[in-house]
């Protein structure tokens, strides 16, 4: 039996992907065979197509960071697992999700509750995770909180909105006009990037400084973002570095930064800190799924698509028109 992935065939754009078949194998020893049912499609699906990581993957590879699916089969190794046939997982898998089958192992797994829909649970393992940490354990808000969210209809943006609201937080985001609709709903109070300067209008707005700067843009958006930081403030970049060259200035800008002890910080966030450390993300997913089960919060998936028109949703991400998120689907879901 074969089954397909979306593979990446070369560096380049939307167009390098391509539908190839596979063996559908046994699992080995210590692996879950997961049937995949969703998959975000995020940017750094893109940035990795492009070569434009630290460490990006060897050509070819399917991109794909975060899955959700049901194990297929389980390894003889995992039989006595508490991971079961039928259960119902996502993973966090930087690549691979592009797919109709994955195999994972035990400390990939994460547990997902049943009756959740499939698109709006693959959205939290990625998006809303960043955010959830980004606002609870990177900048530690509290209710009353001043939030610059730069980047603010994207995906990863709106999963801020949609946390900052429920942390009673004061929200700034940055957009272009015609995407402040979703910024309004959740109570922020748009700057539109192309036609305003937001330094200057949040200078006015905000003279004692912002709370809290939330950067996934980089670059000059780094130094931008400080200026508008008030005193015992805190910019959290979690923003992809686009090479190893890249890292190394960020992190020397960031620890600069920080010995100057002039009452503001930078705090470096991304999701590879749970290779080092699993039980925060396993608590906060926890969380975030219990949110969405209860109806606090709900993912803006702008569109869905089947698992094999990757290249299709890839390129309409890279369009710059995407509100919120796009999601890949099995076609039993879709």
């Not at 065939?9 to 596979?22: A, M, N, R, S, T």
């Not at 999963?159 to 004061?170: F, P, S």
Request: glycine share 12%.
């Amino acid at each position: 039996m074969k089954y397909k992935r979306v593979v990446a065939v070369k560096i380049g754009g939307p167009q390098v992907l391509q539908i190839q078949d596979f063996e559908l194998r046994e699992p080995s020893r210590d692996e879950f065979r997961i049937k995949i049912q969703a998959v975000p499609v995020c940017l750094p699906d893109v940035q990795a197509r492009y070569g434009l990581s630290p460490y990006p993957p060897r050509i070819p590879f399917t991109p794909g960071y975060a899955v959700i699916g049901v194990i297929d089969a389980v390894g003889d190794g995992e039989r006595r697992s508490t991971f079961r046939a039928g259960d119902r997982v996502a993973a966090l898998t930087v690549i691979g999700g592009y797919s109709e089958y994955i195999f994972l192992k035990k400390n990939q797994l994460i547990p997902v509750p049943s009756g959740i829909d499939a698109a709006d649970a693959a959205v939290l393992i990625l998006n809303y995770m960043v955010a959830y940490q980004v606002l609870h354990r990177s900048a530690r808000v509290t209710s009353g909180s001043s939030l610059l969210i730069i980047g603010a209809s994207g995906g990863i943006g709106t999963a801020l909105l949609q946390l900052g609201k429920l942390a009673g937080l004061k929200m700034y985001g940055l957009a272009s006009k015609s995407k402040h609709a979703i910024l309004e709903e959740y109570g922020a109070a748009p700057i539109d990037y192309h036609t305003q300067d937001f330094v200057e209008v949040l200078r006015q707005l905000e003279p004692g400084g912002i709370d809290v700067v939330a950067d996934g843009m980089g670059g000059d958006y780094y130094n931008r973002g400080l200026s508008v930081l008030g005193k015992g403030g805190v910019l959290v970049e979690y923003g992809n570095p686009l090479g190893f060259s890249h890292l190394l200035r960020l992190l020397g800008k960031t620890l600069t930064t920080n010995l100057r002890f002039n009452g503001k910080t930078v705090k470096l966030y991304g999701t590879s800190f749970s290779v080092f450390n699993r039980r925060p993300f396993l608590e906060d997913w926890e969380i975030l799924f219990s949110l969405l089960a209860a109806g606090k919060i709900k993912p803006v998936i702008e569109h869905r698509y089947a698992i094999l028109d990757a290249p299709e949703a890839n390129a309409r991400l890279e369009s710059g028109r995407v509100t919120g998120n796009l999601v890949l689907l099995s076609p039993e879901i879709l």
